[in-house]
């Protein structure tokens, strides 16, 4: 939902970043208001989950040039662990196994860290138990998956599932879902989609970053991004995610072409 | 603190053993230093015997003295234990024994060794038969508070489908020694499941020696090893096969902080009578300091020509993409470091005896706080 006057939660400005001295993302401009919901397409290498870890604050990225304000505070100063108590969730393409480290007790630790950031009280063991119970149907999760260890042998739809249960129990303002889609199969895919927009209001944003327009016939973008060559080439609403569906991206090298016709051979 | 040798101490261990203390010229003990085991108090340990207070479930019977010198030499003579030098000090130091026949299904046992804070040199034998079909779950506690050692021989006997369930949890002092050596026989269609979590002595040294009087039996050894401060943890395994159809699955693993020093040596041995043998082991280390020290060698000696038998051996530092997992989940990296640290150790600690959960063996082995 598209409301001007909506508080500004994420302002990202002329954001370079590299890993491993390769330059990847190079001048992204992206503002995100209360209630949005934007997606951002492209061809895989054009820096779209790189834009998402740099949000995020993986180590692995470093951010050469630009800014990123959330909600007034400059993001890039802040550890990961703290970016995700203010209420930044990303969702990862490769939720990570963790061998022996119970789900159940990674969830408790995580929705405390957020609580207590919030003013909120502690949840003990039985509180939480009730509220993850609760928020298990957002996503019509077994809860027999909260006794096992993190991810550990989950199936590709169970890892997903289990991400968005971590943003029901998060309630993040921002939530990145990288490729959330990916490897889904469509009974999983529609129950994905379902739990993101259950969570979607009035108050958060939505920053959906993937391949495919069935992602999008599910969960309604305001914004559609295309990037390539880590900027943000084009942005228009629904109707450009169709448009790209139809026509591809070859208009994408043209494009770039024109832009640095030095760097990019036209196929 | 590094240990201070007392010159009595090693002539009086050597007198003991009837053999000098091994040094580094010997293989086995190229990378242990016995230092704090030569600055114990040359003198037996007095306090009350560990093993008056055990209470004997159903179905656990006392052996006669002369049954009991009977198992303990056959055992012996099977694995190959009897030139091990922790043998001959614990034979030579005058152990307080306790000597137990299995029958059926037998109740679970724990026995709590603490050397407390006494000084001196605690010697203890722990003998079993398990007889055909047997059952047992035992948890061994071992703990101290001082500089001091304790010896302990472990002999098992499995017969003919017996199932041992071994667990040894010994958090320790980082003054005091634990020279534990366990000497299991296992008859075909036996199993065996051997659990140790050893952290925080200044000397720990493991023998698990386990033969397989005729193969077709399981043995399944479970294994981690804390080391930090000056902590040294060796263990050296050893498991044979003498029949066919055999099988092991061993997991070793290790958490080294600190400038501490870890040991590990694991031998299989496949003779060509041992056909159709599947044995697998893995070492796994997670390295916490660049201080820290780890050595770790698989030691195969396979002759069979129709076996399957896999080695691997990982050194890592915990995973950074675990770790940012985590952070990006709102958990500081110290709390996420802790989640991973214990994480790795559960996946070990989880295959103690069911009694092991009561002592909350994390806490004891991770020294932290409840």
């Known amino acids: 939902m598209i409301r001007p006057d909506a508080p500004l939660l994420l302002d990202i400005c002329d954001l370079h970043a590299s890993v491993e001295d390769q330059p990847i993302l190079k001048g992204v401009n992206l503002s995100i208001r209360a209630g949005e919901i934007h997606a951002v397409m492209g061809r895989n290498g054009s820096g779209k989950s790189t834009l998402s870890k740099v949000l995020a604050g993986h180590p692995a990225y470093t951010v050469t040039a630009g800014s990123v304000n959330y909600r007034g505070a400059d993001l890039l100063e802040l550890d990961p662990e703290q970016r995700a108590r203010i209420g930044l969730f990303l969702g990862f393409q490769y939720p990570v196994e963790i061998p022996g480290v119970s789900n159940l007790e990674f969830l408790r630790v995580a929705t405390n860290s957020r609580r207590a950031e919030r003013g909120d009280e502690e949840l003990d063991t039985f509180a939480f138990e009730d509220l993850v119970h609760e928020r298990l149907k957002v996503v019509q999760m077994d809860p027999a998956f909260l006794g096992r260890s993190v991810n550990e042998g989950f199936s590709g739809g169970e890892k997903k599932r289990n991400e968005i249960l971590q943003m029901a129990l998060l309630e993040p303002l921002v939530a990145i879902l990288d490729e959330t889609d990916s490897g889904l199969d469509i009974d999983a895919l529609r129950i994905v989609a379902d739990g993101v927009n259950q969570l979607a209001g009035p108050e958060n944003a939505t920053l959906l970053i993937t391949h495919y327009q069935r992602l999008l016939d599910l969960i309604t973008p305001d914004y559609v991004h295309v990037m390539a060559a880590g900027r943000i080439l084009r942005t228009g609403g629904k109707e450009l995610a169709l448009e790209l569906e139809r026509t591809g991206y070859d208009w994408v090298d043209l494009e770039l072409a024109r832009l640095e016709p030095e760097t990019v051979e036209v196929a | ?370």
């Open chain 2, 1 to 370: 603190m590094p240990a201070v040798a007392l010159p009595a101490t090693a002539e009086w261990l050597a007198a003991l053993a009837g053999s000098p203390l091994p040094g580094r010229r010997h293989e086995d003990w190229r990378f242990t230093d016995l230092a704090p085991l030569q600055s114990v108090a040359p003198e037996p340990w007095t306090g009350p015997d560990p093993f008056a207070l055990a209470a004997l479930p159903d179905g656990i019977t006392r052996l006669e003295p002369s049954e009991a010198q009977q198992l303990r030499s056959q055992v012996l003579q099977a694995t190959g234990s009897s030139a091990a030098w922790p043998v001959q000090l614990n034979q030579g130091a005058s152990p307080r024994c306790l000597a137990l026949r299995v029958s059926g299904a037998a109740g679970p046992l724990q026995l709590s060794i603490d050397a407390g804070t006494a000084p001196g040199l605690l010697a203890l034998q722990l003998l079993l038969i398990l007889e055909d079909g047997a059952s047992l779950e035992l948890l061994q506690h071992h703990s101290s508070n001082a500089a001091n050692a304790t010896s302990q021989l472990t002999v098992a006997q499995l017969g003919h489908g017996a199932r041992l369930h071994l667990g040894v949890l010994a958090p320790g002092d980082c003054r005091a020694s634990l020279l534990s050596h366990l000497a299991i026989s296992q008859a075909p269609a036996s199993a065996l499941q051997l659990t140790t979590a050893v952290g925080g002595w200044a000397l720990s040294r493991l023998e698990p020696r386990i033969c397989q009087v005729a193969g077709a039996a399981h043995t399944r050894l479970r294994a981690l090893q804390l080391v930090d401060g000056q902590d040294l943890a060796d263990t050296h395994s050893h498991v044979r096969f003498e029949g066919p159809d055999g099988e092991l699955d061993q997991l070793h693993k290790v958490v080294a902080d600190g400038a501490g020093r870890s040991v590990f040596n694991g031998a299989v041995q496949v003779p060509r009578k041992a056909q159709q043998t599947n044995a697998a082991q893995l070492s796994r280390t997670l390295l916490l300091s660049d201080r820290a020290r780890v050595d770790t060698k698989p030691e195969l000696e396979i002759v069979a020509d129709d076996v399957k038998c896999a080695h691997g051996a990982t050194v890592s530092r915990l995973q950074q993409n675990e770790l940012f997992y985590l952070q990006s989940r709102g958990i500081g990296a110290d709390q996420a470091s802790k989640l991973l640290l214990r994480g790795y150790c559960e996946e070990v600690l989880r295959e103690l005896p069911a009694a092991a959960a009561a002592l909350n063996p994390l806490q004891l082995l991770l020294r932290e706080r409840p």
